[in-house]
């Protein structure tokens, strides 16, 4: 539910109009705009009468909002979130890029690579020490070791650290390496996990699950923002369906239609959306081109023995020729990288 109150109400009335609806139970959530001020009820409003809250001499009106996701809803939050990792806005203007291997392999392989992609104006490496495989005989990651090395690449470039996270077990050691806990798309509906992080102050990145809805993605990051951490990225990176010549297939409408639905950044992953390395510049331009804002594009220094997704990596230099094109798509859409 959400109660709008008329332009220019006092902060008396609104504070006293506050404590009479925490009387009734629910959370509140205040927005102050520039014209009006909103203010969300979550939880359960079942018991609440709408005609009552009206007739309060300060309310405009009153709505039912009718998604089950509040907190990520754009009707109580109508300004994009922009969310601040190391001085890199995410959800703003500029467009983020997050670069780098599927896995951390070695010291070598991944400074190489985080040198790379930070030449060619990368925000961010990213890189799996924790890797959700589909056979348990392939390659796992190197684990704690892995976060270490990333630790190293950072110190070296000064790029910030994206790492999937596969366990709360392993929080504090995330808390410690990584600038943002990736949530992968196996993940995403591992509701303890996503309670856990709820309580940290540490931005997420929420992948869309392989079979899920925009409206699962969206009660996904509701279980995160509602134990209290605002910071939530959600990330596209195509869904199952029939077809199979792609290893997925981008839903690059889920963009547009997130936008209008939710206030929170939404980023691209060309790279597991398509499992073709050829595919990564295509899919890229597409997603800066329906609004998202940013990327996380794997990139291997060898792709061929890479351990990990290497039909999907793209090279340095790829990544090099790619991101100039991007330049150019991101200003037409009056952004900048
Ligand atoms: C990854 O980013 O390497 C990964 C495993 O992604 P997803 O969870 O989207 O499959
Ligand atoms: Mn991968």
């Known amino acids: 539910m959400m109660v709008i109150l008329k332009p220019n109400t006092s902060e008396e009335d609104l504070n006293k109009l506050v404590a009479e609806l925490k009387e009734v139970c629910v959370e509140v959530q205040i927005n102050v705009g520039v014209e009006r001020t909103l203010i969300g009820l979550v939880g359960d409003t079942s018991n609440i009468d709408k005609g009552i809250i009206e007739l309060k001499e300060c309310v405009d009106k009153v709505l039912k909002v009718q998604e089950p996701f509040k907190k990520a809803n754009r009707k109580f939050h109508p300004q994009d979130t922009v969310i601040d990792v190391c001085g890199n806005l995410i959800g703003g203007k500029q467009i983020q890029i997050i670069a780098g291997p599927c896995s951390v392999e070695s010291e070598d392989q991944i400074i190489e690579i985080a040198q790379r992609v930070k030449q060619s104006g990368a925000n961010f490496l990213r890189g799996g020490a924790f890797k959700p495989r589909t056979s348990p005989y392939a390659f796992q990651g190197l684990g704690q070791d ?21 366990s709360a077990r392993h929080l504090d050691m995330f808390y410690d390496s990584v600038d943002i806990i990736q949530v992968g798309a196996r993940n995403m509906q591992n509701f303890d996990l996503l309670k856990e992080l709820s309580k940290i102050k ?7 699950g392989l079979s899920s809805t925009i409206e699962d993605l969206l009660m996904s990051a ?43 950044p939404i980023i691209v992953d060309p790279s597991h959306a398509s499992g073709l390395s050829w595919m990564v510049e295509s899919l890229s331009k597409a997603a800066l081109a329906v609004g998202a804002d940013g990327l996380i ?27 100039k094109k991007l330049k150019k798509i991101a200003e037409i859409e009056d952004r900048f990288i």
Do not use: W
């Open 297 to 323: 594009i794997e990139v291997h220094n060898d792709p061929k023995n890479a351990k990990c997704d290497g039909a999907q990596s793209i090279h340095p230099d790829m990544f090099d020729v790619v991101m």
């Open 202 to 208: 540490k931005p997420i990145l929420l992948k869309r």
């Open 146 to 166: 892995g976060l270490k090395l990333l630790k190293i690449a950072k110190e070296i470039t000064g790029l910030p650290i994206v790492s999937e996270i596969m």
């Open 222 to 264: 509701e279980y995160i923002l509602s134990g209290g951490n605002t910071d939530v990225i959600l990330c596209e990176r195509g869904i199952r369906t029939f077809e199979n010549y792609t290893r997925n297939t981008l839903d690059l409408s889920a963009i547009p239609a997130i936008k209008k639905l939710s206030h929170l």
